[in-house]
């Protein structure tokens, strides 16, 4: 009996479930990617960006998919869900988030995507695909509160090209909510990697038919080494590794307790922030991280 239960019991590090120190991670990721996606639109425009990334991240993972799974073919009707799933998650949301980041503030854009948790626990609970409990309900009021604090503590301005990069990513968090609830009902059937790879697949002729034209003018000699290191690290951390370890999160733990570590995003994207965009941290946010850590930490229980 003793060896079954420690056969079944969650895997640990240093007393936390490894899930809880995957999404740590992947919400470090996103969160240093909103500035270093900022910069690299500087020289890269939106399509352009977008379409790069997601094919060498959709190669990347193919070749890791091939070489891990081998070419298993997928049954009919599942392919062609995760094919709709990569194309709202990915596909959607990629457009949404590139024209919408280069559009509003760095704080407007966090502000909005960080909803997501709120939608994926409601929608979920909506659909029966996950209940919520109160606990849950406090964990998730407690970080987006967190969240508000931080932001506001950078500043919120409504100028007209901001609001339609507000609306865009208000959309992103609909898109990303849509994905996440996907992907739960898929996880029981297939791999993080599986599901990774074909949604990925799925969202790059979309996105290189947008992006196509932008490439082809790109004068590729006038790109700094900074917006390509910035590219790379989009591609193969915020894409690759994130996504990888998001969607074993939701099969693992489910999606409301791993949505939840999106409110951790704009947190690390204030404290980024500041070396990179010359935005130093206030004492707002500090209270802001405070609530973020004692919202997640509930919702974990």
Not at 99 to 117: E, M, Q, R, V
């Amino acid at each position: 009996m003793t060896t079954h239960t420690q056969a079944t019991r969650p895997a640990t590090f240093a007393g936390l479930p490894f899930t809880d120190l995957t999404m740590i991670l992947v919400a470090v990721i996103w969160g240093v990617n909103f500035p270093i996606t900022k910069l690299t639109l500087n020289e890269l425009s939106p399509p352009a960006f977008a379409a790069l990334r997601f094919a060498g991240a959709a190669l990347v993972l193919w070749i890791i998919w091939r070489m891990r799974e081998g070419a298993t073919p997928l049954p009919s009707a599942t392919l062609k869900k995760l094919l709709l799933l990569g194309v709202i998650g990915n596909t959607v949301y990629q457009v949404a988030f590139t024209y919408g980041i280069k559009l509003t503030s760095a704080a407007n854009g966090s502000l909005l995507i960080a909803i997501t948790p709120a939608l994926v626990a409601a929608f979920g609970t909506i659909l029966g695909i996950e209940r919520i409990r109160r606990v849950g309900v406090v964990g998730i009021v407690l970080a987006i509160g967190g969240v508000i604090l931080v932001l506001l503590s950078r500043g919120l301005s409504f100028s007209r090209d901001e609001l339609i990069g507000d609306l865009l990513m208000l959309g992103c968090a609909i898109a990303w909510t849509i994905y996440t609830l996907g992907v739960r009902s898929l996880s029981n059937e297939l791999s993080s990697l599986t599901i990774t790879t074909w949604s990925m697949i799925s969202a790059v002729p979309g996105l290189l038919l947008i992006g196509l034209p932008d490439i082809l003018r790109l004068s590729w000699g006038t790109v700094s080494l900074g917006a390509w290191s910035g590219l790379v690290f989009s591609m193969l951390l915020s894409l690759v590794l994130s996504y990888l370890l998001w969607n074993e999160s939701v099969r693992v733990a489910g999606s409301n307790r791993t949505a939840i570590y999106g409110c951790v995003v704009p947190l690390v994207a204030a404290l980024t922030a500041w070396p990179t965009l010359g935005e130093v941290p206030t004492w707002l946010q500090g209270v802001g991280a405070i609530l973020i850590i004692s919202g997640v930490l509930l919702t974990r229980r």
